[in-house]
């Protein structure tokens, strides 16, 4: 089966970095798109960054776009998403997440998702 292993959150203070990881498994790792999607408090679920099989194309939701890096390392099945200039907004639970999303009932819908990591900015 899918298993989506998320590893590196924590408590960063506002204009910091932090590297999120996740380690991937029970399918071809090399032949799936993958995400970064997150929920914070009392909000929907948002689609944060998306990478293509071979890492050619990606997507950034206009909150992060300029701020956070999404890549992959197809040898180690792990996908990353390299988070700078963090802001208090930005605090949510992350998930990593098999594929691009289908957008049903207004939010991303994923297939397979990790258990999340938790992000929290604050000074």
């Known amino acids: 089966q899918v298993q989506l292993v998320e590893s590196g959150g924590g408590l960063a203070q506002p204009g910091g970095s932090l590297r999120l990881s996740c380690a991937a498994s029970?399918?071809?790792?090399?032949?799936?798109?993958m995400s970064w999607a997150r929920q914070a408090p009392g909000k929907g679920l948002e689609w944060v960054s998306g990478i293509y099989k071979d890492g050619t194309n990606t997507y950034y939701a206009d909150s992060v776009k300029g701020r956070f890096t999404i890549s992959r390392d197809n040898a180690k099945n792990t996908l990353y998403l390299q988070m700078n200039s963090l802001k208090p907004e930005d605090t949510a639970l992350y998930y990593c997440?098999?594929?691009?999303?289908?957008?049903?009932?207004?939010?991303?819908?994923?297939?397979?998702w990790g258990r999340g990591t938790q992000v929290t900015v604050s000074s």
């Open positions: 029970g399918f071809t790792f090399s032949n799936s798109a």
């Open positions: 997440a098999k594929d691009f999303p289908i957008m049903v009932t207004g939010e991303p819908d994923f297939g397979s």
